[in-house]
C-alpha cells in the first residue's frame, strides 16, 4: 500500500479532512471521503474520489470552485496553503505570458464571472497560457447550466491530479 495513503487511513479525523479539503474545497466532498476510511489503494482512492463527487450538487461545486485562483491570478479566499501551492503550479505557464495574454484572461476572467457567477476552472496542467485564454473564450459562449457541468468536470479531473500529487509527496 502507498504509505502516504496507508498514514491518511490512519490519521485523526482533523487532519485526515485537511487533507481531503487540500485536493478539492467541497467540505461535503471531503467529509464523505474521510467516511469512507480506510482506502485499499490508488486505484480505490481514485474510483471513491469521482463517485463521491458525482454524488455533489452545484452548493458543493460552487464551493470547491471558490479554493481556485482565477487564472493568472494568485489569491482564492477559502483556498487551503497546500492548494494555492498547488494552484500556482499548475497554472505555472502564465508566469512567462505576454501582458497581453494576461490582460486578456483577466478580462475574460471578469466577463466569465459577471456571467456564469463563479470563477472560470479548467484543468490547467499541461496547458500554455494561450491554450487556457482560448478556452475560457470559448466556454464563454455556453449556457449556464453547460458551464456550470464542465466547470464541476474540470474540477473533477484537478482532484483526481492533485489527489496523485499529494500521493508521492
Not at 450538487?57 to 498547488?86: N, Y
Not at 505576454?98 to 456571467?115: F, G, I, P
Request: aromatic fraction near 6%; charge should be negative.
Amino acid at each position: 500500500m502507498n504509505p502516504v495513503l496507508a498514514a491518511w487511513n490512519q490519521a485523526d479525523g482533523e487532519s485526515a479532512l485537511a487533507t481531503m479539503t487540500a485536493c478539492c474545497g467541497a467540505r461535503r466532498w471531503a467529509a464523505a471521503m474521510v467516511a469512507l476510511r480506510p482506502i485499499d489503494g490508488i486505484a480505490e482512492l481514485s474510483v471513491a474520489a469521482d463517485r463521491v463527487w458525482s454524488a455533489m450538487g452545484e452548493d458543493d461545486w460552487m464551493e470547491a470552485f471558490a479554493c481556485h485562483p482565477r487564472i493568472g491570478g494568485r489569491d482564492a479566499t477559502q483556498a487551503t496553503a497546500q492548494s494555492l501551492e498547488w494552484s500556482k503550479n499548475e497554472q505555472s505557464s502564465t508566469a512567462v505570458a505576454t501582458k497581453l495574454v494576461l490582460a486578456e484572461l483577466a478580462e475574460c476572467n471578469e466577463m466569465y464571472e459577471q456571467r456564469f457567477g463563479f470563477t472560470y476552472i479548467v484543468c490547467a496542467t499541461g496547458k500554455s497560457s494561450e491554450e487556457m485564454l482560448s478556452i475560457l473564450k470559448r466556454r464563454l459562449t455556453s449556457d449556464r447550466t453547460t458551464e456550470l457541468r464542465e466547470a464541476a468536470e474540470q474540477q473533477r479531473q484537478i482532484t483526481q491530479i492533485r489527489l496523485g500529487k499529494w500521493l508521492i509527496s
